[in-house]
């Protein structure tokens, strides 16, 4: 099982069953700052899609697809950090991230991220990371930004959010620029 220690106070690890209620309650806390970014929203009604989504990030790590981790500080999930898609063929993985709202602005994504980096690189022996984060979305484009992330383009309407189109930036960063920092 995914675990990864970033400092003393913050750990990522893979969800469990016994994290879905809190998912669930992080999840609706937020629901409506959320909603601006993150398309799935409405499918999460109940304890029982938190844990649907547990069970699937379950199968995905273990056919090697993908990392779903919460973020947790000091043993309270406050966020989740994936790897949304890992391609081993061509070494690439790409990063997703939220947390919740009364959370944001501490530093906690930056930090959980740059770990994700890190072991994706050093763990993975992955070439390159992605970030794709809605052009809008200055919060989101900040933190892949912050660490070193290039943006590469951008790509028109590319994400349906419940009543509108958004386009997304794609962010990329290679294991040489990573490690040359």
């Known amino acids: 099982m995914f675990k990864l220690t970033v400092d ?105 991220v740059s770990a994700l980096i890190s072991y994706g690189f050093n763990e993975l022996s992955l070439n390159r990371i992605e970030v794709r984060a809605a052009s809008e979305n200055k919060a989101s484009c900040a933190i892949a930004e912050r660490l070193g992330f290039k943006k590469e383009g951008c790509l028109r309407e590319v994400e349906w959010l419940y009543d509108h189109y958004v386009d997304h930036i794609v962010y990329g960063l290679l294991n040489k620029d990573w490690h040359d920092k």
């Open 8 to 112: 003393d106070h913050i750990k990522l690890r893979m969800l469990s069953a016994r994290d879905a209620e809190a998912l669930y309650k992080l999840t609706c806390d937020s629901r409506e700052h959320l909603k601006k970014w993150l398309p799935w929203l409405d499918q999460i009604q109940s304890d029982s899609d938190t844990m649907t989504f547990i069970k699937n990030s379950f199968q995905i790590y273990n056919n090697r697809q993908g990392i779903t981790a919460g973020v947790f500080v000091k043993d309270q999930l406050v966020g989740v950090v994936s790897f949304n898609k890992l391609d081993f063929t061509n070494r690439i993985g790409t990063i997703g991230y939220w947390l919740g709202q009364e959370y944001q602005g501490k530093g906690l994504m930056t930090k959980s």
